[in-house]
């Protein structure tokens, strides 16, 4: 089973969709969870950090169940910029090594 | 932009050669980690350092190995390179002591014919 793994895609949405992303991690111990974009052929960077309590940047919210062992991300009124790759990511129990998920390709259409 | 920068951006060896990738971390960062990123796939972690010492390392064989310098500027060597290390090589770097964000470098873009 991998460490980290998220919904398959592409998803293909018109501009104004909702969206919502799930994916799913293995080790309990996890401590910290982020969600990552990533552009065509450009580093990750980091798109938001994910609390035990839910937390919204915008158009995005992001949603951690500890128990479940379970983060989402959703983007509403969906925008063509908001095509790209999204990377579940969660921090191994030891330092900052990052396990990726091996994301979610998000198209957004005109 | 990061402020961390990597050099090759691209090059293109052949099986059994040796390749030196380098990063250089973003200002005020201690540590460095080196993920392989491979087509259609999320990066995977090779190995972090932390004041010149390795400090975590992922599944990847011996001949993957690395370096960190006292300005904190690191190398990745690979030995004895097979086809399927042709992948996207990624640096990141962060203040240990700070949980949270990795700035990654846009990556070396490494093809093994």
């Known amino acids: 089973r991998k460490e980290v793994e998220q919904d398959p895609g592409p998803f293909n949405v018109p501009e104004g969709a909702t969206v919502a992303f799930n994916c799913t991690y293995s080790n309990s111990a996890s401590q910290s969870f982020f969600w990552y974009r990533q552009d065509c052929r450009k580093e990750p960077k980091l798109l938001m950090s994910?609390?035990?309590s839910g937390n919204e940047d915008g158009r995005f919210t992001a949603q951690l169940n500890r128990a479940s062992q379970y983060i989402s991300l959703l983007i509403r009124d969906s925008k063509l910029s908001d095509s790209a790759t999204y990377l579940c990511?969660?921090?191994?129990?030891?330092?900052?090594?990052?396990?990726f998920g091996a994301g979610t390709i998000l198209r957004v259409k005109s | 932009e990061t402020g961390v920068t990597q050099s090759p951006t691209h090059l293109i060896k052949t099986r059994g050669q040796q390749v030196t990738l380098r990063c250089s971390s973003q200002s005020g960062h201690n540590t460095v980690s080196w993920y392989q990123q491979a087509l259609g796939q999320g990066p995977q972690f090779i190995f972090q350092y932390y004041r010149e010492e390795e400090n975590g390392r992922g599944n990847f064989p011996p001949r993957f190995s690395g370096l960190q310098f006292p300005n904190y500027s690191s190398e990745l060597n690979v030995n004895a390179l097979e086809l399927d290390d042709s992948a996207l090589y990624l640096c990141?770097?962060?203040?240990?002591?700070?949980?949270?964000?990795?700035?990654f470098g846009e990556g070396s873009r490494l093809t093994v014919l």
């Open positions: 990141a770097s962060n203040q240990r002591e700070l949980t949270g964000e990795l700035f």
């Open positions: 994910v609390y035990s």
């Open positions: 990511v969660v921090n191994a129990e030891y330092g900052n090594k990052l396990v």
